[in-house]
């Protein structure tokens, strides 16, 4: 993605690459980083979706379920 000029976060960082690593890249590395990091995107609001759901079922948030886990190790 272009960067945002003139934004405040964008004046410091380039928000997509901040290091400017796919600067070396070939436009092939870069298509495939992007894909990379949207289904990372869609894993991780999947995952948020879940807490959220188990949070919903169980009225405990998912801190409290964490600290209700015991474990047998048979």
Do not use: C
């Amino acid at each position: 993605y272009p960067p945002i000029k003139g934004a405040w976060p964008e004046i410091l960082l380039n928000l997509w690459d901040p290091f400017n690593f796919m600067a070396r890249m070939t436009p092939e590395a870069k298509k495939a980083g992007l894909v990379k990091e949207i289904n990372n995107g869609r894993l991780a609001m999947l995952g948020f979706a879940g807490a959220m759901f188990a949070e919903g079922q169980t009225g405990e948030t998912l801190a409290q379920q964490f600290e209700n886990l015991s474990f047998s190790i048979v």
